[in-house]
């Protein structure tokens, strides 16, 4: 059984800093493709940031130079350091994991707030 389980969500003020983890457990985490999506209120859900197998990432424009994606396989998890945070980061963060581009796996979200 595939679980993927985000966590470090929260609440943090304009230009604060949030790092999320997603762990996963029942996939040959090494050989995966993690993504980072996000899905603000009334918006679709948009990628963020993925890294592949062989440590290559991309970044959606919209937060190049302020997240950073990294993976640690001896604990299969994905990070996303999260740095000068805005108020219309605020979303519902998933991360998914896939073979190719196609996410196969998803977790159950993590709330990501931006406020004063």
């Known amino acids: 059984q595939v679980q993927l389980v985000e966590s470090g969500g929260g609440l943090v003020q304009p230009g604060g800093t949030l790092r999320l983890s997603c762990a996963a457990s029942?996939?040959?985490?090494?050989?995966?493709?993690m993504d980072w999506y996000r899905q603000a209120p009334g918006k679709e859900r948009e990628l963020v940031a993925h890294?592949?197998?062989?440590?290559?990432?991309y970044y959606a424009d919209s937060v190049k130079g302020r997240f950073t994606i990294s993976r640690d396989n001896t604990k299969n998890t994905v990070y996303l350091q999260m740095n000068s945070l805005k108020p219309e980061d605020t979303a519902v963060y998933y991360c998914s994991a896939g073979r190719t581009s196609t996410p196969r796996y998803w977790g159950q979200g993590t709330q990501v707030t931006v406020s004063s």
């Open positions: 029942g996939i040959i985490f090494s050989r995966y493709r």
């Open positions: 890294i592949t197998s062989d440590d290559s990432t």
